[in-house]
């Protein structure tokens, strides 16, 4: 057989390889499209209270191209029951179940393990109090239209949903504002930003020595020598370099349904135990590639050290993360398995996740008590190589020199600063420099950059709470 025609073999057969495996993810589309609008309706509702029909709008408004698929959706909130059911041309069924205190999740037909959650016993928290009980009404006239400008809507198209935002500044709260309909205790999604949280609990284990960050990670599945997924290391999954197979998380468009790593998280029910049976693309290490099936992994791990159930590892984040914090309006949303969906259903008041920003402010204490192991903050904030975003472990970041890094400084971003990200909209920004913590929450586009109007509210926030501004009750 000569060159040429092996060439041609082989390429006819990668091509009807591929087509093949694009057919199969298109079968695929109905029920990830489906599940992805069931799971929002149905915590957004049930957990956050907010109006179905306006979360909708908002979501699908942030998502370039899902309008394609949405026009054609029936969706049925059953306020009795606590469930959504949501259909795409009476095809693709996604079901979506309330349970309290766990939030949603999406059925697939099976049992949903660890139905019976503990009774929430908040111990006293660490973390001196940010707040009174009542709004923080901004605290200088530069605040006040800092705000005004973050929640003002564009004349016309991309709209940002701006729905919260508290500044935060020498850890007690210096404005905060809110949109109809939620408040200071209303949890919210934080997409992605609900890696950062599951992160510091795997910094919790690592601090009381359960995981170490460069060791291979305790997966029964990779035990096995001369599996090359053995060696794999907590690091990689925290920064995304483990090198598994399952496409990209992140962009949230129209195409993204097509991603293995979504099939993991709306079709399946135990979402950990797909990622890990994931092939390698790459040699651990070497490639960068965001996917939230690494932090479904790390999920595994926390559920796995906590005691192997749902309710286990609710005690475990409250006794040594949430209740510290005095993070009281947190859910950790499951999947059906009984795993924390780490990758991005964490849902927080925005002072709660403002509390977190604190705890990195403060490199990882509450009060007196050390929560997050000495050196876990820096290492959290470090550059990750290939990371164009500018990403580190668990953070992002604006330190190094990558591409996002520099974009976001050139915008006005001071260089030390590191915040948890999910998309369409959602930050949590830490400032070493100016002891500032910013949440940001809405629904916005992922693109342009200026969409959600976040480069704007940093600078504005950063000069009004800057050395010589004057805010009220401060020197």
Not at 9 to 20: H, K, N, P, R, V
Not at 36 to 65: H, K, Q, W, Y
Not at 181 to 188: F, K
Not at 253 to 277: G, H, I, Q, T, W
């Amino acid at each position: 057989m000569t060159r040429r025609k092996l060439f041609l073999i082989l390429a006819a057969s990668t091509a009807c390889g591929a087509l093949a495996l694009s057919a199969a993810r298109a079968r695929d589309v109905p029920k990830v499209a489906t599940g992805f609008v069931a799971n929002i309706v149905c915590s957004e509702t049930f957990v956050s209270g907010l109006d179905p029909r306006r979360n909708v709008t908002e979501t699908i408004d942030a998502m370039p191209g899902a309008r394609l698929l949405t026009w054609a959706m029936d969706t049925e909130v059953d306020l009795d029951r606590r469930d959504v059911t949501v259909t795409l041309f009476g095809l693709g069924r996604s079901h979506a179940v309330y349970r309290e205190g766990l939030g949603c999740t999406l059925e697939h037909g099976e049992m949903l393990a660890d139905t019976a959650l503990p009774p929430a016993r908040p111990q006293a928290a660490s973390l001196p109090e940010i707040a009174g009980p009542v709004l923080v009404a901004p605290q200088s006239p530069q605040l006040a239209a800092a705000l005004d400008r973050a929640f003002a809507e564009p004349a016309e198209p991309p709209f940002r949903h701006t729905r919260a935002v508290v500044v935060m500044k020498d850890g007690r709260i210096v404005a905060e504002r809110y949109a109809d309909g939620i408040g200071i205790e209303t949890p919210l999604l934080g997409f992605s930003m609900s890696k950062s949280a599951i992160s510091a609990l795997i910094g919790i284990l690592v601090r009381d020595g359960k995981l170490a960050v460069d060791r291979p990670v305790p997966i029964a599945v990779w035990q096995d020598p001369k599996d090359p997924r053995h060696a794999i290391t907590v690091d990689e999954l925290l920064r995304h370099t483990a090198g598994l197979a399952l496409g990209s998380s992140l962009e949230a468009s129209l195409a993204s349904v097509l991603e293995p790593v979504n099939r993991m998280k709306y079709m399946e029910s135990d979402m950990a135990a797909f990622a890990e049976r994931a092939a390698l693309e790459g040699v651990p290490g070497r490639v960068w590639n965001y996917h939230d099936g690494n932090y479904l992994i790390l999920s595994h791990l926390i559920r796995n050290a906590a005691g192997g159930h749902a309710a286990d590892v609710m005690r475990f984040a409250r006794r040594e993360l949430f209740d510290p914090l005095g993070m009281r309006n947190v859910v950790m949303q499951f999947d059906a398995a009984g795993t924390p969906e780490g990758s991005g259903a964490m849902m927080a008041s925005a002072r709660d996740w403002a509390r977190l920003g604190q705890l990195y402010l403060n490199d990882g204490m509450a009060g007196d008590k050390r929560i997050l192991p000495e050196g876990w903050v820096k290492y959290s904030a470090s550059p990750t190589p290939n990371g164009w975003v500018g990403i580190g472990a668990g953070f992002w970041t604006n330190l190094g020199d990558s591409l996002g890094a520099n974009f976001r400084v050139k915008h006005g971003w001071p260089r030390d600063a590191f915040f948890a990200k999910g998309t369409i909209g959602q930050y949590a920004i830490i400032v070493p420099s100016q002891h500032l913590v910013i949440v940001r929450l809405g629904r916005s586009p992922n693109m342009p950059p200026e969409a959600d109007g976040v480069f704007e509210l940093v600078r504005d926030v950063v000069t009004a709470t800057s050395t010589g501004a004057r805010l009220a009750g401060g020197n």
